[in-house]
Nanobody, 126 residues
Framework: QVLLVETGGGLVQAGASLRLSCAASGRAFSSYAMGWFRQAPGKEREFLVG????????YSGDFVKARFTISRDNAKNTVYLQMNSLKPEDTAVYYC???????????????????WGRGTLVTVSS
């Protein structure tokens, strides 16, 4: 059974940076792509960034631009989300997910998702 546990959320001020971590267990971590998603109150869950199993390829959602970056440490079975210049509208529950394949379908990043973490809340105050 795959277990994904997100940590690093909390309350920060606008303009701050925050790094979330997602520790995975249960199967060969480096064989599977990982992604970060978020869900703000009253909104649908949305894709932020993804990374291939090897870490050689990354994928970003249309609105992400350069503020959010994903990385992974396969030796530690952990994927990270670095968030910079946070804004109040970034307030949401952030989830990591593991894909069923080693890559992310960049055109449809919601396809192929296999496992989800429970999420970590990020609140950005103005």
């Amino acid at each position: 059974q795959v277990l994904l546990v997100e940590t690093g959320g909390g309350l920060v001020q606008a303009g701050a940076s925050l790094r979330l971590s997602c520790a995975a267990s249960g199967r060969a971590f480096s064989s599977y792509a990982m992604g970060w998603f978020r869900q703000a109150p009253g909104k649908e869950r949305e894709f932020l960034v993804g990374i291939s199993g090897s870490g050689g390829s990354t994928y970003s959602g249309d609105f992400v631009k350069a503020r959010f970056t994903i990385s992974r440490d396969n030796a530690k079975n952990t994927v990270y989300l670095q968030m910079n210049s946070l804004k109040p509208e970034d307030t949401a529950v952030y989830y990591c997910a593991q894909y069923a394949l080693s890559y992310v379908n960049s055109r449809s990043p919601n396809i192929g998702l296999a496992y989800w973490g429970r999420g970590t809340l990020v609140t950005v105050s103005s």
